[in-house]
């Protein structure tokens, strides 16, 4: 190529960048202001309402995927139904390559709502306290504005709505399907009770750990309390095991390198008087590197048997399984996070996009980060109108529906604009060769 085209080159993309930055800007900000329109903002309450009464756990979401595919049948969107066992997969665009792929989960937690309104859960022991039904509702309102600008869109968004995040995986299952083969992208949010409304928060690189869950019995041999010389008492035992699994973060692991141990789950016997045959203990342990999570994994049986063996009980211990698998790191794809910060200050303005740190919380999104270069993100959603503001899997759980139309946005933007960028890219290296 010779030095005359090369600078007709420069001067074509000096000349195009900002037009194309200035209709990225423009495009976000009607996004916002279409999702805030009282029209479709009332749409997406009556659609998040429903989904928060009916709630539903872990591939068991029947009535949570026919609202889903009645909104997309609507909205005239096409969709792949079911995909890992309850999930919908739609498609907005061309059908054609680039892919980006934008994803809610779906499934509910085994908790009783404490909540007193209108709409509360009508399932007992079922309650939506992670705010998935404000996912699942932001996605499809992302999906309204995208059905609308459809000539906008240079490609195919994905729309992924998942099962099962909650512990059972569901982001795997959904890989394994094959249905995202070939995304170049892929993009997830959780909202954020702490956090004030109209703000994101996330960060390059490693976001949240990665986790897993474990279950011991340790079995003696039961008697009466008043005579223990005649039992092999598992209680001893189990507590003697909470307390040293905690050694091996505080004493084992080195202080720059985060990682937890908790052991959540506690049963065995049923009377004061009566020592029990068997103690059952679980938990969870997290952290934030595949080597680290491992070591955690080999020491917690390591000295879950070797303290019954001192107690003279034997022990046996069990890890995640198909049904809850162990979770990986969540990390954010580094190109990513530039163009993140880009699109969402353009949505939401510069001062409302936030760095934060890395924490111990978990996500089934980082399957999908395995595979695909993906970006999770935390959306605020702070009522100031509340005093307390519960946290998730609290039952007192509540859902700011102020926070639907800038997810919404977030989401349309996000996917719009990465299929516009990719197309310029790709025009850019046809012109080259």
Sequence with gaps: MNFSKWVSIILIISILKPQISSGVSEISQQFLEFAKNDE????????????????????????????????????????????????????????????????????????????EWEHKSKVGGKMHACGHDGHVTMLLGAAKILKLHTHLLKGTVVLVFQPAEEGGGGAKVVVDSGYLENVKAIFGLHVSPERPLGQVYSRSGTLMAGSGFFEAVITGKGGHAAIPQHSIDPILAASNVVVSLQHLVSREADPLDSQVVTVAKFQGGGAFNVIPDAVTIGGTFRAFSKESFMQLKQRIEEVVVGQATVHRCNATVEFSSKDKPFYPVTINDAGLHKFFQKVAGSVLGLNNVKEMSPFTGAEDFSFYQEVIPGYFYFIGMKNEKNEKHESLHSPFFQLNEEVLPYGAAMHASLAATYLLESQSQGQGHKDEL
């Design 40 to 115: 479709v903002f009332e749409w997406m309450v009556g659609i998040r309402r429903k989904l928060h009464e009916n709630p539903e756990l872990g591939y068991q979401e029947f009535e949570t995927s026919k609202i889903i595919r009645q909104e997309l049948d609507k909205l005239g969107i096409p969709y792949k139904h079911p995909v890992a066992v309850t999930g919908v997969v739609g498609f907005i665009g061309s059908g054609k390559p680039p892919f980006v792929a934008l994803r809610a989960d779906m499934d509910a937690l085994p908790l009783q709502e404490m909540v």
